[in-house]
């Protein structure tokens, strides 16, 4: 079966502006989580999705946000665009709220000029 | 809140020798479970090796193994007969127990492992 889709895997913005980064889980999960890596702070949790509920979210500012479609596929947004916002964003799935096991996808990398 | 180290940034062994990443960890959680994740440079982030704390018995895929030491907090990797494709940034994480995973995976910051030919 297919598995966790992201797009776009490569995007160029410019400071100030804004982005949405899409996930599609596997088929099936209904929990999404994103997940931010930078070479600085490694990896970050950011936020998780289930029945189009943000249930947590880690330590990041209010530019950043998301949401979940009935159809569990999630985006993420960030707003007013800084140069440290430069990363690749991860999206990983699982089957229910909670759980551990994440299957993960090859990432978007976002660099901010 | 949970801190994961892994004080070994890069490691180089020869292709079929073994060779062990270190991980230890910090928390007051009482169920938690362990992970390895591989990823190479392909970037998309791969599930190693799952353990989970209320197991005594260290667990097993194929050629990788871990030594899970509760007590001392200690989670190391060990690969055997290592291989070119082994080759990748390691990642050691925590999660809480049951239900507890919407706080997230909380990550170390990487092995870069090289495997020589």
């Known amino acids: 079966k297919a598995g966790v889709t992201q797009t776009p895997r490569y995007l160029i913005k410019t400071r100030g502006q804004q982005v949405t980064l899409s996930c599609s889980p596997i088929?099936?999960?209904?929990?999404v989580s994103w997940y931010q890596q930078t070479p600085g702070q490694g990896l970050q949790f950011l936020f998780e999705?289930?029945?189009?509920?943000?249930?947590n979210k880690g330590n990041f500012p209010g530019r950043f946000s998301g949401r979940q479609f009935s159809n569990s596929r999630s985006e993420m947004n960030v707003s007013t665009l800084e140069l440290g916002d430069s990363a690749l964003y991860l999206c990983?799935?699982?089957?229910?709220?909670?759980?551990?096991?994440?299957?993960f996808g090859a990432g978007s990398r976002l660099t901010v000029l | 809140a949970q801190t994961v180290t892994q004080s070994q940034p890069e490691m180089s062994v020869q292709e079929a020798e073994t060779v062990t990443l270190s991980c230890t960890y910090d928390?007051?959680?009482?169920?938690?479970?362990l992970f390895w994740y591989k990823q190479p440079p392909s970037r998309q982030m791969i599930l190693v090796i799952r353990?989970?704390?209320?197991?005594?018995q260290n667990a097993t895929e194929n050629r990788f193994s871990v030594n899970f030491q509760k007590a001392a907090k200690s989670f190391s990797l060990k690969i055997s007969d290592s291989q070119l494709g082994d080759t990748a940034m390691y990642f050691c994480?925590?999660?809480?127990?049951?239900?507890?995973?919407?706080?997230?995976?909380?990550f170390g910051k990487g092995t870069h492992l090289i495997i020589q030919p």
């Open positions: 990983a799935s699982t089957l229910t709220a909670g759980a551990n096991v994440l299957t």
């Open positions: 088929s099936g999960h209904r929990s």
């Open positions: 999705y289930f029945s189009e509920t943000q249930r």
């Open positions: 928390t007051s959680e009482s169920n938690y479970y």
């Open positions: 353990q989970e704390a209320y197991k005594q």
């Open positions: 994480a925590f999660g809480k127990g049951s239900g507890g995973g919407a706080d997230g995976l909380t």
